[in-house]
């Protein structure tokens, strides 16, 4: 948690911010995620959420996580051209405990906390993402069609009007 602590902007050079609910979790999850070598968190001061800065891939992706979703946006010059990751939570209390209401009622998970939510059904998914599929991308192809964009994480593609390649070897989350 150190490490996410020494980011934190004073407010006015006097105090850190405050810790917000889904903050606050997010702190607690990324410090055991090792993730540190791929994503930079940085928590904002004006509202519960933390912008991700990925450190690969010089900018063309950046991402967001809030109480209502995390998300991993290709960027070109500036510009949106896709989500390579995007997941919502629509979280509900009920007698069991809090659950998504975006999932099925049949088979939907109850969770002890919202934390736990927030923890089990978005972040860890998130690295689960970051782990089977953007480490091991070579790159990001971006495409367009008219006024639609999209990209993909892979290798150069010719069909692509751009590629950005990430970091050729990048290691291990165990740091191997």
Known sequence: MLYLLALWPEQGGKKKMSLRPFTRAFVQWFDGANL????????????????LE??????????????????????LDGECWDHLYDEDVAAEQTLEGWACRLCPKDGRRSYGSIDELWCEHLLQPFATWIGGQLRPAEGVSYYARGAATWASLGPPDENAVAHRRLRATLPSAGGA
Do not use: E, Q
């Not at 540190?36 to 912008?51: F, N, Q, Y």
């Open 36 to 51: 540190v070598d791929i994503v930079r968190a940085h928590p904002r001061a004006d509202r519960d959420a933390v912008d």
């Open 54 to 75: 990925f450190l690969i891939g010089g900018g063309g992706i950046v991402g967001y996580a809030a109480p209502h979703g995390v998300n991993a946006a290709a960027m």
